[in-house]
């Protein structure tokens, strides 16, 4: 059998082809919604497939146990690019997450996300003959994971420092936690809450609020959310129809080729097009999973969990707070939201998950 | 998950039962979202596409009243008034020409231009767009009664930004005008919208941040003509906060008076803080017309105006500071420990350096002269001696540490730092060594030297207070900041100051015309070249054409001991310093101390 029918028999063609169309459906919703700019970002957000494409190749072509050898090296990296945000970075509406190269920016926070989800993998591969985690062993790893949640809370980014706690701490009881040890980590959470809030910055604050009533502020921070579930709601079964939604054509509705990419999928293509959506991500998660279970290493299957739960929060979170159970933090939709850094790190996601299943039989 | 049979066995058994718990939490979340849309999207779907259709929600932005500028005495400067403007929402009006022909005879202008207003706005439908700015107030009575066949038009009253005293210290001033596509692409983020009025210049920028305030805005609804029927929310604009200057409008007024129509600049000082009394260059302009209802007319008018308006004298203007300088070089001299003050030197008229002749301004000569006579005299044979015996390298370094030849750092913009030349200077701009006759012209305040108003000031309010080298500064809320301590021993301050002192109150002095007997004052007088050897060809200073002519400077300070005050005033073209510049200094002494209302009973009682 040659190499190269080797390769096609055994990739996933399934994530493949659900990947492609859920980045032609963000494709369409980014042109739609950008028309009456101009083409602009529709053909950057066309270039920065291609680049992801590239990194999907070669994230699936490098053996991934690889990526174990590199976990302290690549923690290390995430970490300096972090602190460098903090001295290089370009500030943005008062928060500082952005390091930009020239036409290109990078927010480093995301690539934390991947590496949190690399070191889990491998600390789990490493400690391998421990099944259940009690308080003394979990101190090390919740460490080295709240250095860069801490970094990330300052700059400040409560939505992605969010995220990496959640997949982190997803990871762990997955792994396996005593339960009195699960009962003090979540009542010291819970009794930090307090102090979670005093700190935060004062418009989070007031996202927060305006989440909890969104009457409270119409027109400020709560108008995201009414023009939102406006856009949703009016879809209807069917929908408007492509390049017809009024509340995205007549810019009532800000940031929508972004953030609330997915009123414009369920404006222009009603309940039919979000539940399509809806159904391909579940479709992907769960071939995800399926590919950790059948993985044939702790480290390629805790890779492909980490790799499931990292969508799921975003898809959740995302469509969450375009339909209104959810404050507005910015958090993009995978795939299909316009982002250069995000989109190449989510095709790099999937290269792994492909390098996983492929690797299966080889030993 | 059923295919458990071709599993790794490698996985362990209670991570593989743990991850069905990982499927069940991603289909609950997304169950959720479906049902959410569900019921969303077909439940409610008629009452959200009804919103949607009507969404007649209009905001109206209701900019923030600008914070005052106050002076010293909280005098205000710059206030806001009410203006009424004309608004239009291009949304709302389904028949432009219509509106249009209508307005026009009740706003009194072309319906064409109307008609182009409105059209700039097709892109954005939903932002209000102003079609006449500050009507007066019998149009706003008309457009009123007209309502009801105008929709979509609204009027709106906007705080107007008003200068209460015109081009009187506008240019520290400064003015505010529409924001361009760079500021606001500055100011990403801090909530500045196209149309926006921001400071472009002087305070109104400097202090931006603090003038602004929070814009508020008028949420209302409209009816399906684009009829207002109802204030849904309205949030009141928190206006800007108050400035308060260091400034002191009445002298302001006095140095405005002295200089005249003449274009020139007189700043004022407090020596031992570096406070900025009086900052004001002629010709001034109007900050008033530049908030946004300037025509293009009126711009180019301002910039192609030959007396340059816009340009503050004071800080952007840079000149050879004249005899002025031969403050600093006495400075330079005491602190290279060449300087014997009571030494003599004979003047015979002139100076020759090799084959070079260098005139001093007395053609007959001041015969023998000691450092209080020289300054006193303005010798410049003295001062030729005295260059020659520094060298350029010297003088520069003194003149460096009084902050000459570099920006002042008071916070306004665009400052010039004019030039403090150096041997390496010349070397790196013009590829030439430093010649000798240099170093003497250099002496007397001519050659390549360069210095601005405000410089002048805060260099010789560091030599009468001692040497404290304090930065200048407009803003009263800032701190006195120190920037350098030159610790001149007080022997030597003193000679300085008296001979200073003799400038006016000598017999001999060369602005003995400026004598006071009720004040105790000191200064220099200078005069900057502008055409070397030109002057010298025609004996009757009026024949020389206006462009030719020295540039006048004056700076005096009082009293003599520990003094309060330091006025520098320069007049472009003015000829001689003492005759045109001196009696500016004086009165704004002289105000000075009217206005403290101490030091002078006689005046007081006039008062």
Known sequence: MSRYARITENLDWGILATTAVLMVIGLLCIYSSTSVVGSGIFFRQLLWICIGTFFLVVAFAVDYRNLMYSAWPLYGAVLLALVLVFIIGKEISGARRWIVFGPFRMQPSELAKVFVIIWMAYWAEKKKHILIHGMRELVFPAVVILVPVSLILLQPDLGTAGIVSFIAAGMFLLLGIRRSTLLTVGGLFLAGLPFLWFSLKGYQRLRILTFLDPSRDPLGSGYHAIQSKIAVGSGGLIGKGFLHGTQTQLRFLPEHHTDFIFSVVAEEWGFLGSGLLLFLYMTLITKIITVGLKAKDRFGALLCFGIAAYFTLHVFINISMAVGIFPVVGVPLPFVSYGGSFMVINLICIGIVLNVAWRRFIF | ?607
């Open chain 2, 1 to 607: 998950m059923k295919p458990n049979n071709i599993t790794n066995p490698h996985l362990d058994e209670d991570i593989r039962r743990k991850s069905r718990y990982l499927i069940a939490f991603v289909l609950v979340l997304l169950g959720i979202l479906i049902l959410r849309l569900f019921f969303m999207q077909i439940i409610n779907g008629s009452y959200y596409e009804e919103l949607s259709r009507n969404n007649r929600v209009r905001i109206i932005p209701i900019p923030a009243p600008r914070g005052k500028i106050f002076d010293r005495d909280g005098v205000v400067l710059a206030d806001n008034r009410p203006a009424f403007n004309v608004m239009v929402l291009p949304e709302d009006i389904s028949k432009p020409e219509d509106i249009s022909r209508r307005l026009a005879p009740l706003l009194d202008r072309p319906a064409s231009e109307i008609m182009q207003a409105i059209h700039k706005g097709k892109s954005k439908p939903y932002d209000p767009l102003v079609v006449a700015r500050d009507i007066p107030f019998n149009q706003v009575a008309k457009v009123e009664m007209e309502m009801f066949n105008l929709p979509g038009v609204s009027i709106e009253i906007i705080p107007e930004r008003e200068y209460l005293f015109g081009d009187l210290g506008s240019h520290v001033m400064g003015y505010i005008g529409e924001i361009s596509k760079r500021q606001l692409e500055e100011k990403e983020g801090l909530g500045y919208a196209p149309g926006d009025l921001i400071g472009k210049s002087g305070i109104e920028l400097v202090s931006e941040d603090n003038l602004r305030g929070v814009k508020g805005k008028r949420v209302f609804e409209v009816d399906a003509h684009g009829q207002r029927v109802r204030v849904l929310e309205e949030r009141e604009p928190v206006p800007g906060r108050d400035v308060k200057l260091t400034i002191d409008h009445d002298l302001q007024v006095i140095a405005r008076q002295g200089l005249g129509d003449k274009a020139g600049a007189v700043v004022a000082m407090i020596p031992g803080t570096g406070e900025v009394l009086v900052m004001e260059s002629t010709p001034g302009f109007d900050p008033g017309v530049f908030a946004a209802s300037l025509t293009v007319r009126q711009w180019k008018d301002i910039v192609e105006d030959p007396m340059h308006p816009l340009e503050n004298r004071a800080m952007r203007g840079a000149y050879p500071p004249g005899s002025v300088f031969k403050v600093v070089v006495t400075l330079a001299a005491f602190r290279k420990g060449i300087l014997d003050p009571d030494a003599t030197v004979f003047c015979p008229g002139h100076y020759s350096l090799g084959r070079v002749i260098f005139r001093c301004w007395k053609p007959e000569g001041h015969g023998n002269v000691d450092l209080v006579e020289a300054i006193t005299k303005s010798c410049d044979v003295y001062f030729y001696t005295l260059g020659r015996a520094l060298g350029i390298d010297a003088i520069a370094e003194v003149g460096l540490q009084l902050g000459l030849g570099a920006k002042t750092g008071i916070m306004l913009p665009d400052e010039a730092p004019g030039l403090m030349p150096t041997r390496a200077w010349k070397r790196k701009r013009f590829g030439q060594p430093w010649h000798p006759g240099e170093h003497v012209i250099a002496a007397i305040g001519q050659g390549y030297t360069l210095v601005t108003p405000i410089q002048v000031a805060k260099a010789m309010s560091a030599v009468v207070n001692g040497g404290r080298v304090y930065t200048p500064r407009v803003l009263s809320t800032s701190e006195p900041a120190l920037e350098r301590e030159l610790a001149i021993p007080r022997r030597q301050v003193d000679l300085i100051r008296r001979g200073l002192q003799g400038v006016i109150e000598d017999a001999h002095g060369t602005a003995r015309s400026l004598r006071d007997k009720d004040i105790s004052m000191g200064g220099k007088t200078g005069t900057a070249q502008v055409a070397r050897g030109y002057v010298s060809k025609l004996p009757d200073e009026a024949d020389i054409p206006y462009k030719y002519r020295d540039h006048a400077w004056f700076f005096g300070f009082s009293p003599v001991e520990n003094p309060e005050i330091v006025v520098v005033a320069l007049v472009e073209h003015g000829g001689h310093g003492g005759a045109v510049a001196g009696p500016i200094v004086r009165d704004v002494i002289k105000g000075y101390y009217l206005l403290k209302g101490s030091g002078n009973e006689q005046v007081r009682q006039d008062n």
